[in-house]
Nanobody, 115 residues
Framework: VQLQAYGGGLVQAGGSLRLSCAAS????????MKWFRQAPEKEREFVSV????????YYADSVKGRFTISRDNAKNTVYLEMNSLKSEDTAVYYC?????????WGQGTQVTVSS
């Protein structure tokens, strides 16, 4: 599975962005899809997951209520809708596909929130 994340950019605090992650390859619908982020000088952290089996979702406490993950299996794409953005959301955002012991990462897209 190859992943291409896009949609990042510069936004003012309180604004919104929608990230997309397009997947190529087979069986996208059978992968749990996750978003992570990495801020400067910090470790990569989990943001959200949408599970392939039932489309259940889970969010990090820091983004709960502000971010929404979704997927369109027909388009092989997973989305991250980000609202009420804060300066602390500034990071490179990565999408990743998980299945069994396999993990595939996208290249990341920069999100910068100005205060």
């Amino acid at each position: 599975v190859q992943l291409q994340a896009y949609g990042g950019g510069l936004v003012q605090a309180g604004g919104s962005l929608r990230l997309s992650c397009a997947a190529s390859g087979r069986a996208f619908s059978n992968y749990d899809m996750k978003w992570f982020r990495q801020a400067p000088e910090k470790e990569r952290e989990f943001v959200s997951v949408i599970r392939w089996r039932d489309d259940s979702t889970y969010y990090a406490d820091s983004v709960k209520g502000r971010f929404t993950i979704s997927r369109d299996n027909a388009k092989n794409t997973v989305y991250l809708e980000m609202n009420s953005l804060k300066s602390e959301d500034t990071a490179v955002y990565y999408c990743a596909a998980f299945r069994g012991g396999s993990v595939y990462w996208g290249q990341g897209t920069q999100v910068t929130v100005s205060s």
